[in-house]
Structures are given as structure tokens and as C-alpha cells.
């Protein structure tokens, strides 16, 4: 039986060429991978007037951790909230979590969320830039952390170990969840959310002659493996899961639609969330890889993003991005 979703119903009102607009949505020691802020970490590195993290020096992260940046990594926060049907995660925690991680925390929203619904949890959320808010919960923290490091948490600590929106960041996933099943508890569990950055179409109503995205893929997946840092991360993670050691994979794979071109209520919504957030972030994903890695000019990067800008407000366009991944359970110790 094949885990794909189903196809995404479309709006016939939706298949001509317009704004996808909805008033409706309105309103240096390396010795440890944790480290107090100093001064030179908020000297962030700068590219056409973003800011990059300066906390890791051997890791150049290519997504700017400006507010720009920021306020679309928040509306893909509300996006994901609905898409999980108003639930801020997927896995069979139980009611009494403990001890949560949230690693790549970002803006810390998540994080927060979680604190709040879990008052009797300890949440740490960790990032490499110190961008999250300074009033939060009291049973939240967050810690600048290299999750590519070893972790400085003890073994057979946490409950849960949450982790999402990490494409094209991690080298290694299987380290990387290997580090997780240490530090969580017999019995304890990991997740892991991520989109794939790869648009397809079910009906043939996206072409390589009405819109970029055939071009899109081809441009920046070359770029991620050359990189080591894939973006094909929405369906390998239950195969890296099982090979760190996890028990009880499960996989999900959602289609979200890049506007609102959907006929169904809630995928209109969710896509009209995602070209606000995509839009929000659009330049950020472009930037570093395309004048850093391929050399390109700033100019040819605004032409590249005015191309992409207009396939997303085409609502006649019914393109659709993958979001999945997996959550599994580390076994108990007479397993």
C-alpha cells in the first residue's frame, strides 16, 4: 500500500492566471557545542544586507537569520499547526513529557508553543543564532548549539527530541538521529518535519514554458549534493530513523500547494500560508548559494526570484510541495 498522499482537490474558480490574495489572513571553544553568548556571535555575517549566523565559523549556513527571514519561518509555523490539524506534533508522547529538545529551534515558536501546552515539561530549544524572544514560558530555554557537534546532553535524557525545517543544514542525518537516540530515554521519542523544495503537479498544469519551477529543481538540487547537505530529505527519514537504531517508524507525507489554487477549504489555506511564508523567505533561499556557491550575480539572483515570485501567485499553476517526514521510539533496554 503506497504512504503517498492523496491528490489536492482544485478550485475550479482558481485555473486562470492571479494574485493569490486573501483578506481573511489579516491579521572560541569548540570543545562543547553549547556556549554563552559573546560578543562576536552577534556579529553576524553579511551578503547584500542579510545576516548570516557567526556562531558556528566552520559551518556556513545559507539561510540569513534576519527578521525577514524570521517572519516567514513563523507563518510556516501556523501552516504546519493546521496542517497537523491544530496539534504541534505527531508522535505518541503521552500527556507527562519531561525533558523536550527542539533542535534547530529558529524563532523559538515552537519551542514556546510546546512549553505552554506542557507547563510541567522542561523545553529546551536550540539554534545557532540567539534570535528568539527574551519572554518566554519559564519552563522554556533556549541554548546556541551546533547539532552537527556531539552532544553535550547526557545519555538517556529526554522524552522527546523534536526537529524540523532543517533541509539542506545537516551533512550526516544518520549521525545526526544517532545523537538523538543517545540522549533520549529508553522508550523515548524522536520527529522529524521537513518540506522538500522539489514543486510537482499532478494534472500537467505545470510546464517548463509556464513557470520556473522544472527549472528551479534542476538549479538548486545539483547545488545541495554538491554541497553534502541534501534537500531530499522528506522521504529517507524513516530509512536514516531505522539505521540509527529507532523502533516503531512511522512515516506521513502531506502535499501542501503553493497558493490557494486548492478547492478544499483547508489546503487553500494552507497554501495561501505557504506563498506568504515562501514569498517572506524567497530571496534568503537564493542568496548565498546562488552568489556564494555558483557565482552568480546579484542581478541574475532578483531576475531568478521575480520568476519564481510570479509562478507562485499563479493560481492557474497547480503545483504542490512534499512535506513528511517520520517519528519512531528508541526501545526499551529489554528490547
Not at 545541495?224 to 512515516?251: C, N, P
Request: glycine letters at 6%; one cysteine or more.
Amino acid at each position: 500500500m503506497s504512504n503517498d498522499p492523496p491528490s489536492i482537490p482544485v478550485d475550479p474558480a482558481y485555473n486562470d492566471v492571479g494574485t493569490d490574495t486573501d483578506s481573511s489572513l489579516g491579521d572560541d571553544s569548540r570543545a562543547s557545542s553549547t556556549a554563552s553568548i559573546a560578543a562576536s556571535i552577534l556579529e553576524y555575517r553579511k551578503l547584500h544586507g542579510r545576516t548570516y549566523q557567526n556562531f558556528s565559523p566552520g559551518f556556513e549556513s545559507w539561510l540569513p537569520n534576519d527578521e525577514r527571514q524570521n517572519e516567514g519561518l513563523d507563518i510556516f509555523h501556523h501552516l504546519m499547526y493546521i496542517l497537523l490539524d491544530n496539534e504541534l506534533y505527531l508522535a505518541p508522547i503521552g500527556d507527562n513529557p519531561q525533558r523536550v529538545l527542539d533542535v534547530g529551534t529558529g524563532t523559538g515558536i515552537w519551542a514556546i508553543d510546546f512549553a505552554d501546552q506542557f507547563p510541567s515539561a522542561e523545553v529546551i530549544g536550540t539554534d545557532l543564532s540567539p534570535i528568539q524572544p527574551q519572554w518566554v514560558p519559564p519552563n522554556c530555554r533556549f541554548e546556541l548549539d551546533d547539532a552537527q557537534l556531539v552532544w553535550t546532553y547526557p545519555e538517556n535524557h529526554f522524552d522527546f527530541i523534536h526537529i524540523r525545517y532543517l533541509t539542506g543544514s545537516i551533512a550526516d542525518w544518520t549521525a545526526l538521529y544517532k545523537q538523538a537516540y543517545r540522549c533520549l530515554k529508553p522508550g523515548g521519542w524522536i520527529q522529524h518535519l521537513d518540506q522538500s523544495i522539489e514543486p510537482q503537479c499532478d494534472d500537467g498544469s505545470m510546464t517548463a514554458e509556464n513557470c520556473i519551477w522544472p527549472d528551479w529543481i534542476k538549479i538548486f538540487i545539483p547545488i545541495s549534493e554538491r554541497l553534502g547537505r541534501t534537500y531530499r530529505i522528506a522521504r529517507h527519514s524513516k530509512e536514516w530513523m531505522e539505521e540509527a537504531g529507532f523502533k516503531d517508524v512511522q512515516e506521513r507525507l502531506f502535499k501542501v500547494p503553493i497558493n490557494g489554487w486548492s478547492s478544499d477549504p483547508k489546503m487553500k489555506e494552507i497554501g495561501q500560508y505557504y506563498a506568504m511564508a515562501t514569498e517572506q523567505g524567497l530571496e534568503g533561499y537564493c542568496l548565498y548559494l546562488l552568489i556564494q556557491v555558483e557565482k552568480w550575480d546579484y542581478a541574475e539572483v532578483q531576475v531568478l526570484i521575480s520568476e519564481a515570485r510570479k509562478a507562485i501567485r499563479d493560481r492557474s499553476i497547480h503545483a504542490y510541495v512534499e512535506f513528511g517526514g517520520a517519528w519512531a521510539r528508541k526501545p526499551l533496554e529489554n528490547e
